[in-house]
């Protein structure tokens, strides 16, 4: 249970941390505990990645032409998010570029909306790789939602095979 001193030092954080904490504790935590397993260190932070991935998922679902939401506040921007790749290896910062992309590319995978088809064997290193190559090289797109970067990176890379024409009668 939370103290007081809890609650009040919660009132001082920011949004982010908030949200970060929510998220954590009310649906990673609980799913692992229920199977039995206990979540530590990167195993944690990667399933809280993907759980923040999954809640701001929805606006993706309204977006037709376009993956990218120009007027959205975002908790992590392609800015962010090339910052964290960019970081020196190993650190914590790096992880966590690694930890957005493998999210980001799971649920992208996973969606019938998305036009990404990551081939089977496809490695986290081959799709980090392609996403930081997008961001190298399409600077004006950095302040999108990261996500949505993730997104036009891996269906540029990895567009799903068209369908073929159904036969005329």
Avoid at 122 to 141: C, R
């Amino acid at each position: 249970m939370c103290s007081m001193n809890c609650f009040v030092l919660n009132a001082f954080m920011s949004p982010k941390i908030l949200v970060w904490r929510f998220v954590r504790v009310k649906f990673v935590q609980p799913a692992y505990s229920e199977l039995g397993c206990r979540l530590t260190g990167a195993l944690l932070m990667k399933a809280t990645i993907l759980g923040m991935v999954l809640l701001f998922a929805a606006p993706l679902a309204t977006a037709v032409d376009s993956p990218f939401v120009e007027n959205s506040q975002a908790f992590v921007t392609g800015n962010d998010l090339y910052r964290w790749c960019t970081a020196r290896a190993g650190s914590f910062l790096e992880g966590s570029c690694y930890g957005f992309i493998q999210g980001a590319s799971d649920l992208a995978n996973g969606l019938a909306i998305v036009n990404v088809c990551l081939p089977h064997g496809v490695t986290v290193q081959e799709v980090a790789d392609v996403v930081k190559k997008y961001l190298t090289d399409h600077p004006a797109e950095r302040h999108y939602i990261a996500f949505t970067t993730v997104i036009a990176a891996l269906s540029a890379a990895f567009p799903c095979p068209k369908a073929p024409p159904a036969a005329a009668r």
